[in-house]
């Protein structure tokens, strides 16, 4: 499709954003990750903390509510707007920015925590890299990362697998799919890179960070569906 791109595909999210097909677990006042509610009880209530790429503003919402100062960048106006405008309904203040993550427009070190949900994968390697330099440098040393990512043992990267080798998807490096046929919705992801993590490569993805924990989620069909890993800013360079 003519919006895909290595800088994560802004008119691809605006069109997620906009439609009617997005899922009720993404809905702004649907309940949070389990990976968010676990990051903020590690973060001392009152601190900033920054939404990479925050959707309609679930997360945002719920950390506001829980006390922290809240940021959030999505390369969707459409997402932003949503955050704002749900923000202000609960009296929460919002810094909200319309941003690729690769340059996410704030000052080195000025953040707490942060965290991606369902999201970073959402690109070609390289530019995963570069999105995760970015996280680290604007948080504060010490600072807390959580994000998710999906694993290459489960279901849904054997099924991509078979596509491939069927031509249905291209691959357009190890373990990045992208269904590039004319006829998938534009509302739906399919179009935009998925990349895919086993623990060696989540390792060194993560190699500039202090790994807290990192593990694979069970999904409902008790096999691993993602990776969640919590991860720290070294306190010296």
């Known amino acids: 499709m003519s919006d895909i791109s290595d800088t994560g595909q802004p008119a691809g999210w ?23 509610v676990e990051l903020a009880a590690m973060l ?21 509510k829980q006390g922290f100062q809240v940021a959030g960048m999505d390369i969707s106006p459409t997402g ?3 955050t704002r405008a749900v923000c202000a309904e609960h ?3 919002f810094d909200g920015k319309v941003a690729d993550m690769q340059a996410l427009p704030w000052p080195d070190a000025v953040f707490d925590g942060a965290f991606s949900i369902a999201s970073l994968h959402h690109h070609l390697r390289p530019n995963l890299v570069k999105a995760l330099h970015e996280v680290r440098r604007v948080l504060k040393p010490g600072g807390v990362f959580a994000a998710d990512f999906p694993s290459t043992a489960s279901a849904q990267y ?3 697998r078979k596509q491939v ?6 691959e357009p490096e190890p373990n990045t799919f992208v269904d590039e046929r004319p006829e998938v919705d534009e509302d739906d992801d399919a179009f935009l890179p998925h990349h895919f993590c086993d623990e060696d490569d989540l390792r060194d993805l993560m190699q500039r960070f202090e790994v807290l924990s990192m593990q694979t989620e069970i999904n409902d069909s008790s096999k691993p569906g993602r990776w969640v890993v919590f991860a720290r800013k070294p306190l010296v360079k």
């Open 91 to 93: 009296n929460i203040t």
């Open 44 to 64: 001392l209530s009152g601190g900033a903390v920054l939404d990479i790429d925050c959707g309609l503003g679930r997360h945002c919402l719920y950390l506001g």
């Open 165 to 170: 080798v069927a031509g249905e998807l291209s």
């Open 80 to 82: 932003v707007e949503t």
């Open 158 to 160: 054997q099924s991509l």
């Open 14 to 36: 605006e069109l997620i954003w906009r439609g009617d097909k997005i899922p009720p677990k993404y809905f702004s006042m649907a309940a949070p990750s389990p990976t968010v």
